[in-house]
């Protein structure tokens, strides 16, 4: 058998895959591509000789558990003589540089057919080490072994014992700016050019132009289609090409560009594109209510974080300030400070509004600008530490990071008494103790937004017989240790286990410092609440809790005495944010590209975020804590913020936003309840009832027939 070849004319078509022939197409049309080797169908076949066979659907008996066999037997299958050697040797030999990196890419027969591209079904790697290209490549096959990948084919009528299935091994090339393109030349319609990551400023000025006419070549000969590219140094290198499946692949809504919000008053003189913003989805799905939008215009002007951010048509951007500097310090020592010096200032009785600010910022800057910054920094030390020793940090830091006891645990502990309480004396003792800690968390980033506190009745409702999951458990991340440590030069031990410790400190910080935020912003809550309670007195308000939806300096002006508010003058700025909250709500900045699949799209590409398999009905999750999102159903959603999930039981979990070290992620992993992160676009091409399979291993999500 042949089980590795050079990618060229002479390769077998029948044995390279999808990927593989693409690259063959658009050299074929004179087009750059990287160099590459193929790692041919012969090998899974292999390796798959007198294992069990797959399940052509997920509703045979037993279907999952015989998949997952499948992938364990794959997984500890011996390579066949001689590969590893003849591997190795075409790695080297394609890259002769020192310390090059490679991209390890899925290349399934059927990714460059019409009709079922598995466009995102199969693992690829990338950014990785020459020591783990052999394990990439394993990993890569194990991507074919998946309930995702049996669900999907069988979806379009295929078994997955018939797929072809090999492997593309090309150097990496970390690009300026990557992305697609798409372009169906019997639509009267220019082709769609869309940078997925990287600095969008990085296409023009030439790479937009060729980019464009390479698509409009390769559509004159092979019809609608998408291809895939990267940019450097003002350098195109063309990475696939496949068919355009109308209209699913094609965008049903233009991307919007930032300028054509419409800004807040606050923000009207600011020009948003000076610079590359981006939609803080993760923490603020939803529009900002004026009082929160008053607190960021607040600490934008007076904090210096390393971000500048503003609140566009309702909803927060953010963007990198390149004037700001991080001193180094240890993370976990600077929280330690930060919250001493909060301690004192919220132990104020009855602050004024100008004093709860005063102390908003004054706290609001260590955590973002010092303690935040440095904790980040600590697991990027830790990642680049990992890759300088020849491992790929992707699959490790996940468990070399979990097990951490934090105020995410801690929030779990205390929501697990409450949610096993049966005693009504115990069960009252339960709730007071969660409302002590983290009383002032609300559902979701925005001053206006209730505290547990002040609705105890609806999360003692919620907690009722919650399943939350069982106590951390921290043998993943003691095992991956012990891995690492097992590879490692014995001189290089304290370094590695000095970086670790660090990291993981820097772990527990980034989940306390949100329930450190959490007391900051209930204060300033707690003092607009008096005023608003003072114009309510006074007439000017219907209702206390309208003073979030008047616009900050307003109210503090009022409250100063510097300009008092009339009640003609405040029923028109309600009018006018409640309005706009609503026209926000109806027209969200795009994510990114998968943001605009319709509705009908069979598969969902994000990332692993912790592992299992579930099937369920799709519950979408709009920050409607009050309602059902029990064991039966998978939960799906914009985002979760770290205060929500301990307090919520799916099978499973979809959210568009986040990476594999998030706080979803991790809580999920923490609570053996399978997620897929990062899944751009779940929530517009799912529906509630939906029948999904999630493969929290794969990063997947497939809509069953």
């Known amino acids: 058998m042949t089980f590795c070849v050079r990618l060229g004319p002479g390769a077998p078509p029948e044995k390279i895959g999808g990927k593989a022939r693409s690259l063959l197409r658009l050299a074929a049309a004179g087009l750059p591509v990287p160099k590459a080797i193929v790692v041919t169908t012969e090998l899974l076949a292999s390796l798959r000789t007198g294992g069990p066979h797959l399940p052509r659907t997920l509703a045979a008996p037993g279907a999952l558990t015989t998949v997952e066999g499948a992938a364990r037997a794959l997984a500890a299958a011996p390579w066949p003589e001689g590969f590893a050697s003849t591997l190795a040797r075409e790695v080297d030999t394609l890259v002769p540089e020192p310390g090059a990196r490679y991209a390890v890419r899925s290349s399934a027969s059927i990714e460059d057919e019409s009709g079922a591209l598995g466009a995102g079904l199969f693992m690829s790697r990338v950014d990785v080490a020459r020591g783990e290209v052999l394990e990439a490549v394993r990993a890569v096959l194990g991507s074919a072994l998946s309930p995702a990948a049996v669900a999907y084919l069988a979806q379009h009528g295929l078994g997955a014992d018939d797929l072809g299935f090999a492997v593309l091994i090309h150097e990496f090339i970390e690009g300026e700016a990557t992305g697609a393109a798409a372009f169906d030349p019997a639509r009267d319609e220019p082709p769609t050019i869309e940078v997925q990551s990287g600095r969008a400023a990085a296409i023009e000025n030439g790479p937009r132009a060729r980019i464009d006419e390479a698509i409009r070549a390769l559509a004159a000969e092979h019809g609608p289609v998408e291809i895939e590219w990267v940019v450097m140094e003002g350098d195109v290198t063309f990475l696939q090409l496949r068919p355009l499946n109308a209209p699913q692949r094609m965008p049903a809504r233009a991307a919007v560009p930032l300028a054509s919000f419409d800004p807040l008053p606050a923000a009207k003189d600011r020009d948003l594109n000076d610079t590359d913003w981006h939609w803080?989805?993760?923490?603020?799905?939803?529009?900002?209510?004026?009082?929160?939008?008053?607190?960021?215009?607040?600490?934008?002007?007076?904090?210096?974080?390393?971000?500048?951010?503003?609140?566009?048509?309702?909803?927060?951007?953010?963007?990198?300030?390149p004037t700001s500097e991080t001193t180094p310090i240890g993370a976990a020592d600077a929280l330690r400070g930060v919250w001493e010096a909060a301690r004192q200032r919220l132990a104020r009785p009855m602050p004024t509004l100008e004093q709860a600010l005063e102390t908003f910022v004054a706290i609001y800057q260590p955590l973002f600008g010092v303690v935040q910054p440095n904790s980040r920094a600590a697991t990027g030390v830790l990642a680049a530490f990992l890759r300088r020793s020849g491992f790929d940090p992707a699959p490790l830091l996940p468990?070399?990071?979990?097990?951490?006891?934090?105020?995410?645990?801690?929030?779990?502990?205390?929501?697990?008494?409450?949610?096993?309480?049966?005693?009504?004396?115990?069960?009252?003792?339960?709730?007071?103790?969660?409302?002590?800690?983290?009383?002032?968390?609300?559902?979701?980033?925005?001053?206006?937004?209730?505290?547990?506190?002040?609705?105890?009745?609806?999360?003692?409702?919620?907690?009722?017989?919650?399943?939350?999951?069982?106590?951390?458990?921290?043998?993943?991340?003691?095992?991956?240790?012990?891995?690492?440590?097992?590879?490692?030069?014995?001189?290089?031990?304290?370094?590695?286990?000095?970086?670790?410790?660090?990291?993981?400190?820097?772990?527990?910080?980034?989940?306390?410092?949100?329930?450190?935020?959490?007391?900051?912003?209930?204060?300033?809550?707690?003092?607009?609440?008096?005023e608003g309670e003072r114009l309510w007195g006074s007439g000017v308000l219907a209702d206390p809790n309208e003073v979030f939806w008047l616009p900050l300096d307003a109210v503090r002006r009022d409250a100063r005495g510097e300009g008092a508010l009339g009640y003609e003058e405040a029923a028109l700025a309600l009018t006018a944010?409640?309005?706009?909250?609503?026209?926000?709500?109806?027209?969200?900045?795009?994510?990114?590209?998968?943001?605009?699949?319709?509705?009908?799209?069979?598969?969902?590409?994000?990332?692993?975020?912790?592992?299992?398999?579930?099937?369920?009905?799709?519950?979408?999750?709009?920050g409607d804590m009050d309602h059902d999102h029990d064991s039966a159903h998978i939960l799906v959603a914009r985002t979760l913020l770290p205060t929500e999930l301990p307090l919520l039981s799916p099978a499973a979990i979809v959210v568009e936003t986040g990476g594999v070290l998030d706080h979803v992620a991790a809580q999920a992993r923490e609570r053996a309840i399978p997620a897929v992160v990062g899944a751009v676009g779940a929530c517009r091409a799912l529906r509630d009832g939906d029948q999904v399979l999630v493969d929290g291993s794969a990063g997947l999500v497939v809509r069953l027939a």
């Open 280 to 321: 803080d989805a993760a923490h603020n799905p939803l529009p900002l209510s004026p009082a929160q939008a008053g607190l960021v215009s607040l600490v934008d002007e007076q904090c210096k974080i390393g971000l500048r951010q503003r609140v566009v048509g309702g909803y927060l951007f953010y963007a990198t300030d």
């Open 399 to 530: 468990k070399l990071l979990s097990g951490v006891s934090s105020a995410a645990t801690e929030r779990a502990r205390r929501a697990r008494t409450l949610a096993e309480a049966i005693d009504p004396k115990l069960r009252a003792a339960a709730l007071q103790s969660y409302l002590d800690e983290f009383g002032d968390e609300a559902p979701r980033w925005d001053v206006a937004a209730p505290t547990w506190r002040e609705r105890s009745a609806s999360l003692e409702r919620l907690m009722r017989g919650t399943n939350v999951g069982a106590p951390i458990d921290d043998h993943s991340w003691r095992e991956a240790d012990a891995a690492v440590r097992a590879r490692l030069p014995v001189e290089a031990h304290d370094e590695w286990e000095s970086r670790l410790t660090v990291a993981r400190r820097a772990v527990a910080v980034a989940e306390d410092d949100d329930a450190l935020y959490a007391r900051l912003q209930a204060h300033v809550r707690r003092a607009l609440l008096r």
């Open 577 to 622: 944010a409640r309005s706009a909250d609503a026209e926000a709500r109806t027209n969200p900045p795009p994510l990114g590209a998968a943001d605009t699949q319709d509705v009908g799209t069979d598969v969902v590409r994000g990332r692993p975020g912790a592992a299992g398999a579930r099937i369920g009905s799709v519950r979408i999750y709009r």
